[in-house]
């Protein structure tokens, strides 16, 4: 019990610090913003060091409930990396968007979601993931409509609640068909009777699991509601969906179909090849007509997501780990590019969005579109930048697996995903100028662009050596 | 013998009752006719053995379900005799519907005469002489804990989520400040006048 309790310190850290911080919002009201806002991000902080003891590779918990390994604290880290980000965005953000002000609910809502997702990707038993999953989804639920006078922010959240729950009745009903005819909800027990002979009632619970899931990390044919719920939800709410979301519906992904359903490897092949080249494409091409940058940055995560997939497909120790990689990569550049999103507001100080409003920004605001240049290349996947090592890895892993056409389509579909990224370069530095955009008020903002360009700048190949260990000794932990 | 007797005392009242729900005019008396239906399926359920479930009908139905109904069926304005009015326009699909339920219970009964499903491997059932309640509360305390806990946090999310999307505070209203309400003394309230004759009173 003790162990237990230890191993699930980070869970225990954002629950708690999440239920102190709501009665201190609840009693303190509007005027506790401020503080609840930098104690959530101190509670991320402690539940991220709590890693460090045996949450980060104990083993079992909870008589194999769930699972601390580090492949789990590698995700985890990046999970509340990126919440802390979006609370750290959220005061400025509200305080340039007229009519709503940010409550103190929305860094402990947050803080949920962060235990929800930490959950999630720890696993090892369908009950923790389901649990996981609604906690941190009801959540977002609530987030992605937090603006309430805001019309667009109503119709993301509740188109986000609609088909968010459909895809939870999904999830559920592949997660009854499995307990059903393997009599366990523990992955270990599942492997087991997939391996064994099975009927036809396992291979159908398998297909409705990956369909829930690839519905919460947004792969085509599930992504309907992300380019909807990417523009409406509040910007530093999309900067969490399109990041922690993504790194913990992706990992959990990963690890049922790794530990659960591992010995049917040639059984969720087809799905994962179909979803990442789908993903790919239709995230491409979906991308080139948009006007709205988060729009444009919706599509540019479910291409993403396709790529990520074709880490899986290959289905390896090195797959894993080069899974783990992109998604670390992924992150940094796609907080990076919210960051910059966010800087873009008119001479009045509101936020706007459309992409044409970036013209000639390298001349009015030479750093800020310096530093976009470069997540948009980095995203793109362009050599001299970091973003190019995670989709060398990825396809090095398909081609070891003897995915050769799958890597060559990928490449392909990462050609034409190049054009709209190059696009907004090409509004930045060649078109004349438009509206001048405010310059960076505050430091904190500036310092995290800072932060996150330098890490994708080719100094961030320095982190190679890092990054391989880290995420090759948490992909052996799956193994 | 005890347990026959039961049995279809049980059997008859529910089934009396469930045909009262739905013919009773008055649609209070409908849901008071519920009430002993769901107090009687509880009997009948405590006779199989399942007191768990006994006591989740009545709390959960009894206590909590059927007193929503009546609420709603007292609070709302509801014109019955209109919703009865299509009751001939409707009577063949309804039929319709009665005859596909008809169906799928012979179905089923024919299929589970027939022998179980073989499903892979089972759960194993609980340990003989462990009241169903006993077992129950040892699974959700003490293996399934994790699960628990975290399922209370989405139901606290759920209530944040609520109260987050919908309460407003609205300026102008002057709502009961029970503090100073508390605070005030009959002193502060009252005055003790002795007004002079002939002087009147002075307010």
């Given at each position: 019990m003790n162990a237990s309790l230890l191993m699930t310190l980070p869970e225990l850290v954002l629950a708690a610090g999440a239920i102190l911080l709501m009665l201190v919002s609840a009693w303190?009201?509007?005027?506790s913003t401020r503080g609840v806002s930098i104690a959530a991000v101190a509670v991320l902080v402690g539940a991220g060091v709590a890693l460090?003891?045996?949450?980060?590779?104990?083993g079992e918990a909870w008589d194999g409930l769930y699972r601390a390994d580090s492949f789990a604290a590698f995700a985890k880290i990046l999970i509340f990396a990126a919440s802390a980000v979006a609370i750290i965005l959220a005061p400025g953000f509200f305080e340039r968007t007229a009519g709503d002000n940010l409550r103190p609910e929305y860094p402990v809502l947050i803080l949920l979601s962060a235990a929800g997702m930490s959950m999630m990707v720890s696993a090892n038993d369908l009950l923790v993931l389901y649990v996981g999953l609604e906690l941190q989804s009801l959540a977002a639920y609530v987030l992605a409509s937090f603006?309430?006078?805001d019309t667009r922010s109503a119709e993301a959240g509740l188109k986000y609640f609609v088909l968010g729950a459909l895809a939870s009745g999904i999830l559920l009903y592949g997660i009854s068909l499995v307990y059903g005819f393997?009599?366990?909800?523990l992955f270990p027990q599942i492997a087991d009777a997939y391996a064994?002979?099975?009927?036809?009632g396992l291979t159908f619970g398998l297909v409705f699991v990956f369909a829930g899931l690839a519905f919460k990390m947004g792969?085509?044919?599930?992504?309907?509601?992300t380019p909807d719920v990417y523009e409406g939800a509040p910007t530093p709410v999309t900067a969490l969906f399109a990041s922690a979301q993504k790194v913990a519906a992706i990992v959990i992904a990963v690890r049922v179909a790794v530990a659960a359903m591992g010995p049917v490897t040639e059984e969720w092949y087809p799905i994962v090849i179909f979803a990442s080249l789908a993903s790919i494409f239709l995230g491409a091409v979906g991308a080139?007509?948009?006007?709205n940058i988060k729009r444009l940055l919706a599509y540019s995560s479910i291409n993403n997501v396709g790529f990520a997939l074709v880490g899986l497909a290959a289905g390896t120790q090195q797959g894993v780990a080069s899974v783990l990689v992109y998604l670390a990569v992924y992150v940094v550049m796609t907080l990076g590019s919210f960051l910059v999103v966010l800087q873009m507001r008119d001479a009045d100080g509101q936020q706007v969005e459309s992409i044409?409003?970036?013209?000639g920004m390298s001349r009015t605001r030479p750093g800020l579109a310096f530093a976009l240049m470069m997540f948009m290349f980095s995203l793109a996947g362009?050599?001299?930048?970091?973003?190019?090592y995670p989709k060398l890895a990825i396809f090095n892993a398909a081609v070891d697996a003897g995915l050769f056409p799958l890597a060559v389509a990928a490449v392909v579909g990462s050609v034409v995903g190049a054009y709209y990224y190059l696009r907004v370069v090409k509004t930045m530095f060649f078109d004349e100028p438009g509206e001048v955009f405010r310059p960076v008020e505050n430091p904190v903002e500036g310092g995290l662009i800072a932060v996150a360009a330098v890490l994708v700048?080719?100094?961030?190949?320095?982190a190679i050596p890092l990054l391989t260990v880290w995420t090759t000794t948490a992909a052996k932990a799956l193994f | 013998m005890i347990q026959a007797i039961a049995f279809y005392l049980f059997a008859a009242v529910v089934l009396l009752s469930a045909a009262l729900t739905i013919t009773a005019r008055n649609p209070v008396h409908a849901v008071l006719w519920l009430i002993l239906a769901f107090f009687n399926a509880a009997g009948l359920m405590v006779l199989v053995g399942a007191e768990f479930i006994a006591m989740l009908l009545v709390i959960?139905?009894?206590?909590?379900v059927a007193v929503l109904f009546l609420f709603v069926v007292m609070m709302m304005d509801v014109d019955f005799a209109q919703l009865r009015a299509g009751f001939a326009r409707y009577a063949v699909i309804g039929l319709a519907f009665a005859v596909a339920l008809a169906a799928e219970i012979m179905i089923g009964v024919g299929a589970y005469s027939a022998g179980a499903i073989q499903l892979a491997r089972r759960a194993a059932p609980v340990a003989e002489n462990v009241p169903n309640i006993v077992a129950l509360g040892s699974l959700l305390y003490t293996r399934y804990l994790f699960v628990f806990e975290g399922a209370g946090l989405v139901l606290l999310v759920a209530m944040i989520g609520a109260i987050v999307l919908t309460h407003r505070e609205r300026a102008g209203t002057r709502p009961q400040n029970v503090t100073r309400q508390v605070m005030r003394r009959p002193g502060d309230a009252t005055r003790n006048v002795k007004p002079a004759v002939g002087q009147g009173v002075e307010l």
């Open positions: 303190g009201g509007q005027t460090a003891g045996p949450a980060g590779a104990g603006m309430r006078r393997s009599g366990s909800t064994g002979p099975r009927s036809l792969a085509v044919p599930f992504h309907m509601w080139i007509g948009q006007t044409a409003s970036l013209s362009i050599p001299p930048l970091f973003g190019f700048s080719p100094l961030g190949y320095l | 959960v139905y009894v206590g909590a």
